[in-house]
């Protein structure tokens, strides 16, 4: 739930990443960070265990525009992927105001995809959201992977109603900041548009579907 503080003329929203067990959500939050000019964005806090898995979440804060006199500010956490911690997920995502999902193209991993879906979507209804309720997109990760499973597989699989998506690539940051800013606009449009019932789940631009793309080597 957005934050205003209007003492210090700011508005803060909460963003997650979650996804796929090693799927690629830090590797989104550290090429954020490297892009970033320091004056746009704060630390990044990653609270990692053993071979880089994240124990606990990672935390950027990022600057944006300042609008009707606010400055806008989102907070990016990610949430560890791994089963064993649906609790920390919980707690993590207590005042979400909008999802990334970040699924591995990798066939492997197509099980545990549609298994961290269905957490995700679990943890939210842990606080009554359901699809649609606030901007959920999805992010297909490792397009680079030879053997990468077609996106419109992937579509079938994960994303059936056909929210916002991107083929990325985190580890380079392809698509990264396009998948930000789907998720940042349709959280600024559904802020702005508070008084509507119907919650908007993509942003106020046209988000093209994801399409399996010719990356560069
Ligand atoms: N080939 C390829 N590797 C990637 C890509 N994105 C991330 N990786 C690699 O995948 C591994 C896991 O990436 P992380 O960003 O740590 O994944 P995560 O989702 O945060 O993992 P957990 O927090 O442990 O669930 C790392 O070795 C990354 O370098 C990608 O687009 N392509
Ligand atoms: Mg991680």
Not at 27 to 47: A, C, F, K, T, Y
Not at 142 to 153: F, M, Q
Request: neutral net charge; glycine residues 8%.
């Amino acid at each position: 739930m957005a934050t205003v503080n209007h003492r210090t003329r700011e508005v803060q929203f909460k963003i997650v990443y979650c996804g796929t067990p090693m799927g690629g959500k830090t590797s989104n939050l550290q090429h954020i960070h490297e892009r970033l000019g320091p004056s746009m964005r704060g630390d990044l806090v990653s609270i990692a265990g053993a071979a880089d898995r994240t124990l606990f979440f990672d935390f950027l804060p990022v600057n944006a525009h300042v609008i009707a006199g606010f400055r806008t500010r989102f907070q990016l956490y990610t949430v560890p992927g791994q089963r064993a911690f649906n609790e920390t997920r919980q707690v993590v995502l207590t005042g979400v105001d909008g999802v990334v999902f970040v699924a591995d193209s990798s066939p492997d991993r197509a099980q545990a995809n549609a298994m961290a879906l269905e957490a995700t979507w679990q943890a939210l209804a842990g606080f009554k959201l359901t699809p649609g309720d606030l901007p959920f997109v999805y992010q297909f990760n490792k397009r680079d992977l030879p053997d990468a499973l077609p996106c419109y597989e992937m579509q079938e699989q994960l994303n059936p109603k056909g929210y916002p998506s991107f083929a990325s690539v985190a580890s380079t940051g392809y698509n990264v900041f396009s998948t930000l800013e789907a998720v940042t606009q349709a959280v600024l449009h559904g802020f702005h548009h508070r008084g509507d019932r119907t919650p908007p789940r993509s942003g106020s631009r046209p988000v093209p579907p994801c399409q399996d793309v010719a990356l560069a080597s």
